[in-house]
């Protein structure tokens, strides 16, 4: 293994004590990882906060077998050793990377194929907040739901993290997007990421709305986090072979739905969790996020949402933010 400074043996990290509310949240001092041979080990600058991290803490969505049981799933830092099977990276490189857990930390190993460059001229808190968002919505956006230019995409929750991300790679490579979102503001948010529509669905029915802003056509893809009875909605908000990909049930995993709307607009109702993916899986999304987005990145064509950011120490306010459900975009933990 390559290394260049000292790499302490103690690090600070956030540990969930016991599942509860965001104080159970707690400094607690931890080896630092080493890199395995297909690992770099990253000194941690930034970590972004996402909504499976409270699922975590609450105890409703344990860790993979093998993963950290500290919560964070994105990093961005500067790589400090790295691997004898990780040769693209030196000692010094930043990066930002998906993790497998651990994120809230001051060190974290990650497989070296789930890093990417910093994207050109990105502060660390910026490039702290791509990496969940942007794999999950490459995989589930364009592999998964095969959006195309010209075609119209539905996004729920326009302004989450998710959301925000969705809506301009979407824009950025031709596709017209309609949000949901629940206030004027966070709709202000989603039309000025390039929604051409953005639907406060706490006053207005998104499937009517869908249907007007595409001609009576509807969606061609819908990005769902909802599940409960959206499931049901979304069908009537889809195109003759919309594709609706779930990935999340925040309004419930268990619905009902009229499944000849199914057949006779030959839908196709997908979805996909990322965490429990193979390594080599997120590599393939990497690669093609490099090749596709990071150019949109690096002219600023595209930028994350930055809502607030927090030091490490404070892990449990930036829960708390989230939880509140006030934020636009992205919430990330300053680690230093
Ligand atoms: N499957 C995967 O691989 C994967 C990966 C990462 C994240 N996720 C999921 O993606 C979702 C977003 O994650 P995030 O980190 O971006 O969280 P986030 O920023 O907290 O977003 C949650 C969003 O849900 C919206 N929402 C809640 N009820 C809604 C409704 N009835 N209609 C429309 N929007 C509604 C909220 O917006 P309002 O305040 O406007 O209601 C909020 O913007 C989470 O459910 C998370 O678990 C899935």
Redesign the pocket.
Known sequence: MASGERIPEKMMAIAIAEPGGPLVLKPERRPVPEAGDKEVLIKVRAAGV???DI?QRLGKYPPPPGASDLPGLEVSGVVVAVGPAAPRWQVGDEVCALTNGGGYAEYVAVDATNALPLPAGFTFTEAAALP??FF?VWH?VFQRGRLRPGETLLV????????TTAIQIATALGSRVVA????AE?CAACASLGAVRAIN?REEDFVPAVKEATDGRGANVILD??GGD?VSRNYDAAALEGRIVQ??T??GAVGSADFSKLMVKRLLHT?????PRTFEFKGQIADELETRVWPLLASRRIAPVMDMIFPLKDAWRAHER?EE?E?IG?IVLDVG
Request: hydrophobic share 20%; net charge positive.
């Open positions: 996402n909504r499976p699922a969940e968002t999950t589930n729920h929750g326009g302004s989450s993290g998710i959301g949901t979102a629940g206030s966070k669905y986090m909802i959206y990935i999340s925040q309004g979805g996909s969790t990322l965490r989230m459900g934020h992205k």
